[in-house]
C-alpha cells in the first residue's frame, strides 16, 4: 500500500529530527563533563521518534 503524501512527509520530518538528537548526543559526549539527565532525555526523544517511525513505516 503507497504511504499517503501526509504520512510520508511526517516520516521525513521525524527523521530530520531523530538525527538532529543523534547529532546533540554525539556533542555531549564530546563535553569533558557529559549531562547525564540530558543523555537520558535525548535518548528517550530518540526512541519516541524510533517508535512513531516504526509505526508509520508498519501502514
Excluded: A, C, F, W
Amino acid at each position: 500500500m503507497r504511504k499517503s503524501y501526509y504520512t510520508q512527509q511526517k516520516i521525513k520530518i521525524l527523521q530530520s529530527q531523530h538525527t538532529l538528537y543523534e547529532n546533540d548526543l554525539k556533542k555531549e559526549y564530546n563535553k569533558p563533563h557529559i549531562d547525564g539527565l540530558k543523555v537520558v532525555d535525548l535518548k528517550k526523544q530518540k526512541l519516541k521518534i524510533k517508535d512513531i517511525l516504526s509505526r508509520l513505516n508498519q501502514n
